[in-house]
């Protein structure tokens, strides 16, 4: 009997110490740290449209010495005069300690930090930039990783500004420009509309969602439409809407609420709504239309031109798979193309 039961504790500690290998690592880890290296973030999860831009800042800050180590200090210096230097074949990204001022194209195979201002050419091409001033480019310049301004920021006609564009100032992106994610406290797409039209706009009439076929009221302040629902042109309704068809606001028209709808929404020439503007599929902006709110679509969103969303002391955001705006949109806060913006000629 005693062989017997000695057998069966030496086949359960030799059990327990297999399953507790795979945990040996952790303690020795946990009693002795030496794992201190920061995981690196892909571009593509960190939710920070500056993280970029502010973790060169770091480097170059432990560049300088006058911040802490980071580990990736390597930099090289732009040569002055600029125009006669090699973009191409630099090893390590770049330092320029004052402006960059040319008419010249830079084409650069690393990411450039500027102290101070950065304006140059048409046809600029660089992996990612940085300037503590403003930034300007010319007309089909490249940004493929992303691109930060303490001051202002523009691109020329015909540019591309992938993944991150972010600003201290404001943005601006010309005409056929393609983008992806932009922040600043004001966005200004294309070039400002010019209004010939010599139209007088309604006072806004009162009206009320209890009055729309169909409509449901759960609250005081909220009501469902079952089906297609169209909202009057030049009235206003005060309070949110939620409609499961499609959903059509009236030119002119002031909605003082949020609304949401599942199979698209139309907001008129002219209307507003001071509030959240949430869709399944897609939102369409006439020209001269605002929201206040954050503007969200799971498809696209079309926004027509001289249209403002948002507001200066009241930024907002702005998120679809597809992105369209015309010239003269202005955008006060974020605006995130999932898949792919573009700026189109009114």
Do not use: Q, W
């Given at each position: 009997m005693m062989p017997g039961y000695m057998t069966y504790v030496a086949f359960g500690l030799i059990s327990l110490l297999v399953l507790l290998l795979p945990f040996v690592p952790a303690y020795l880890e946990w009693r002795r740290p030496t794992d201190f290296?920061?995981?690196?973030?892909?571009?593509?999860?960190?939710?920070?449209?500056?993280?970029?831009?502010?973790?060169?800042?770091?480097?170059?800050?432990?560049?300088?010495?006058t911040g802490k180590s980071t580990g990736y200090e390597e930099f090289a210096f732009v040569t002055d005069p600029v125009e006669k230097m090699d973009w191409g074949k630099t090893k390590k990204r770049l330092i320029a300690r004052t402006d960059i001022i040319t008419r010249s194209s830079i084409r650069s195979g690393q990411q450039l930090f500027v102290e101070g201002n950065l304006v140059a050419g048409s046809e600029c091409s660089f992996p990612a930039v940085y300037a503590t001033g403003d930034i300007r480019l010319g007309a089909q310049s490249e940004v493929r990783d992303w691109m930060h301004a303490d001051g202002a920021l523009a691109v020329g006609q015909g540019s591309a500004t992938l993944r991150r564009v972010s600003a201290g100032g404001y943005i601006r992106l010309g005409t056929e420009t393609w983008f992806e994610r932009v922040h600043a406290p004001s966005v200004f797409f294309g070039a400002p509309g010019i209004d010939s039209e010599t139209e007088t706009a309604l006072a806004p009439s009162p009206a009320s969602y209890a009055d729309l076929p169909g409509a449901v009221q759960q609250t005081p302040l909220l009501f469902i439409v079952r089906g297609d629902c169209a909202l009057a042109a030049d009235s206003a309704y005060k309070g949110s809407l939620v409609v499961t068809g499609f959903l059509s606001i009236g030119a002119g028209t002031v909605v003082d609420g949020d609304i949401k709808a599942r199979g698209g929404i139309s907001v008129g020439r002219r209307a507003a709504v001071h509030g959240a503007v949430?869709?399944?599929?897609?939102?369409?902006?006439?020209s001269k239309a605002r929201a206040v709110g954050p503007v969200i679509s799971e498809t696209d969103i079309l926004i027509g031109a001289d249209?403002?969303?948002?507001?200066?002391?009241l930024q907002t955001t702005i998120s679809a798979a597809n992105i369209i705006v015309e010239d003269g949109v202005t955008v006060h806060g974020a605006i995130w193309a999932h898949d792919i913006g573009m700026v189109k000629p009114a």
């Open positions: 290296e920061a995981l690196p973030i892909s571009a593509n999860y960190t939710s920070d449209i500056d993280h970029f831009a502010r973790r060169m800042r770091a480097d170059v800050a432990a560049k300088s010495g949430t869709c399944e599929k897609r939102i369409y902006f006439f249209c403002v969303i948002g507001l200066p002391e």
